[in-house]
């Protein structure tokens, strides 16, 4: 026999207090500041808790990254295979650029501990699986061929904003995320992703 979870009851209100703390300890004090007293003391939650679930920081941000696939976000549909990555594309870069970015900060912060690298696998995987839709209406409206490779595509598309931002640092500015869908638009016009 198995007992029911109550949703919303002290052990999410736990996770969430503690969530909250990384996140913010981890924008006030970066990757290197982060620590499981921190985040125990801004949560106020106890420590020992902290570590009983958690166990280290890199649990934490495993966790912070799991809590990011429990949302019920999909792509919006704007008409076009392009018009879909574009809006894609602005997401990412809206996500991960400025001083503060909180999605920067995690994935920075996720090659520090093998469990949060996973997590951030993972988290990836779920999010362009949710953007499989995409390519499916490009092929349905007759913008991309039947067998084209969806995770190929979407990453033809996104990785030059991730690659600018993450690896070399810089800035990002709309014309890049347009352009960089734009290409990824043509070319699975003409089967590149098969």
């Given at each position: 026999?198995?007992?029911?979870?109550r949703p919303g009851g002290r052990t999410a209100r736990t996770r969430t207090a503690v969530l909250?703390?990384?996140?913010?300890?981890?924008?006030?004090h970066?990757?290197?500041?982060?620590?499981?007293?921190?985040?125990?003391?801004?949560?106020?939650?106890?420590?020992?808790?902290?570590?009983?679930?958690?166990?280290?920081v890199g649990g934490l941000l495993a966790d912070a990254?799991?809590?990011?696939?429990?949302d019920d976000w999909q792509p919006a549909d704007h008409g076009s295979l392009a018009a879909d990555l574009v809006a894609l594309n602005r997401d990412v870069v809206e996500h991960l650029a400025g001083e503060r970015s909180l999605s920067r900060a995690l994935i920075i912060a996720s090659y520090r501990s093998p469990a949060a690298a996973a997590a951030l696998r993972e988290f990836l995987d779920?999010?362009?699986?949710?953007?499989?839709?995409?390519?499916?209406?490009?092929?349905?409206?007759?913008?991309a061929p039947a067998d084209t490779d969806a995770r190929r595509l979407l990453v033809?598309?996104?990785?030059?904003?991730y690659h600018e931002i993450l690896l070399l640092g810089g800035t990002v500015?709309?014309?890049?995320?347009?352009?960089?869908?734009?290409?990824?638009a043509r070319a699975a016009a003409t089967g590149v992703y098969t």
């Open positions: 026999m198995s007992i029911a979870r909250a703390a990384v996140e913010a300890e981890l924008l006030d970066g990757v290197d500041g982060l620590t499981v007293d921190g985040v125990a003391e801004r949560s106020g939650v106890h420590r020992a808790t902290v570590y009983r679930r958690w166990h280290d990254l799991a809590a990011g696939r429990e779920d999010r362009y699986r949710r953007c499989e839709v995409v390519v499916a209406r490009a092929v349905a409206r007759g913008e033809a598309a996104t990785a030059p904003l500015d709309d014309a890049l995320a347009v352009r960089c869908a734009t290409d990824a």
